[in-house]
């Protein structure tokens, strides 16, 4: 029987609702699915006909170890999504090679590792009353932390530096659309958006708050197709994040390639395409 090997971690930083979806789906349509979590030692892609990104949530706390084990799982069978992509898309400065290509994106500042950096500074040279910071290799909103014009003398010069020493840093203008429309994630599954979802924000230790499937407005989807025209290689799923500006124009936030909640609890027939995807790819 065909083995499906739906990369992890363990333990899971918090629970996946797609898991056990999509490991009853795949079972239901003959193949043979297993939780392959990367970081366990003993974790070996070998006989496995397929490997499938899913919920490797932790990778950012490691990144380099990642990508050399999903380099290995690579060379040893088909990965999707593919290592070029995943090396691609780890770290967020793929968000200026969007920005070069005429996709509007969410406007950044960038420190690089073990620069100094004034926020204080940064904000008034830029007219930015309050900001969001981050790593530019994250995911779940690790060490995301908003700070606005009264809090960035002190604190906000400690937590940047801190974020500095380990790792590139992110400083976006925060939008208030986040709180009013919220955080537009669009689906895309083997070619086609399937559906979205709206989010509103999270920081650091805070649980995800997302809304029913809807179907993406096409003004979405024509940026989200031109964000993902932007990518070389085989995709077999993404998700494009949308906010809005102060003039309500959507930007792209985030192109999430690597691992993804798809929501697919919310939308049926997405995890019906997700498998059917899988199964065409062996």
């Not at 400083?171 to 537009?184: C, D, I, K």
């Not at 029913?212 to 932007?230: H, N, S, T, Y």
Request: contains cysteine; glycine residues 8%.
């Amino acid at each position: 029987m065909t083995r499906i090997g739906l990369v992890s971690c363990a333990p899971l930083p918090e629970p996946d609702p797609d898991e056990r979806l999509l490991l009853g789906a795949l079972t239901g349509a003959g193949l043979s699915p297993a939780l392959l979590p990367w970081n366990e030692p003993r974790s070996n892609p070998n006989g496995f006909d397929l490997c499938v990104l899913r919920s490797c949530w932790d990778y950012h706390l490691a990144p380099e170890r990642f990508l050399a084990w999903i380099g290995e799982a690579a060379a040893r069978t088909r990965l999707l999504n593919p290592l070029p992509v995943v090396r691609w898309n780890i770290h967020k400065g793929y968000l200026r090679e969007l920005e070069a290509a005429g996709v509007p994106v969410v406007p950044t500042a960038w420190i690089g590792a073990g620069d100094a950096a004034d926020l204080a500074r940064l904000m008034s040279a830029r007219s930015w009353a309050d900001v969001v910071v981050k790593p530019a290799i994250g995911a779940g909103s690790y060490q995301t932390r908003q700070f606005g014009v009264d809090e960035v003398r002190q604190e906000g010069r400690d937590f940047v530096g801190s974020l500095a020493a380990r790792g590139d840093v992110m400083v976006q203008p925060f939008m208030t659309s986040v709180l009013t429309r919220g955080e537009r994630s669009l689906v895309w599954i083997d070619g086609e958006f399937t559906h979205q979802v709206v989010k509103r924000p999270r920081y650091h230790g805070q649980d995800e708050s997302v809304s029913g499937a809807e179907a993406p407005d096409p003004a979405d989807v024509r940026i989200a197709e031109q964000a993902l025209g932007c990518v070389s290689g085989e995709l077999l799923y993404a998700r494009v994040d949308l906010i809005e500006d102060l003039d309500g124009a959507p930007l792209v936030s985030e192109l999430e390639l690597i691992e993804p909640s798809l929501f697919l609890l919310q939308h049926p027939p997405a995890l019906e395409r997700l498998v059917s995807a899988i199964a065409g790819c062996l």
